[in-house]
C-alpha cells in the first residue's frame, strides 16, 4: 500500500501528483497489463534483445 503523508497546510493537487507519480514507480499497472495475456518466453528476450540494440546505438550515437 503506497502511504503519502500530506505536509499541514499542502495543496491536494501536489499531494495527488506525488501519489501518481510514486504509484507509477512501482509499475503496477504496468505488470497488470502485463498479465492480461501470455508472452512467449523466447518473444520476451528477442523484444529485450532489440531494446538493448537501441539503447547501446543512442550512447555510441552520443559518444
Do not use: C, D, W
Amino acid at each position: 500500500m503506497i502511504i503519502i503523508p500530506i505536509k499541514e497546510g499542502e495543496n491536494i493537487e501536489r499531494a495527488l501528483k506525488r501519489f501518481k507519480r510514486k504509484f507509477e514507480k512501482t509499475g503496477t499497472m504496468k505488470e497488470l497489463r502485463s498479465r492480461q495475456a501470455f508472452h512467449k518466453p523466447s518473444i520476451l528476450r528477442r523484444e529485450a534483445m532489440k531494446k538493448a540494440i537501441y539503447v547501446q546505438k543512442l550512447q555510441q550515437k552520443e559518444e
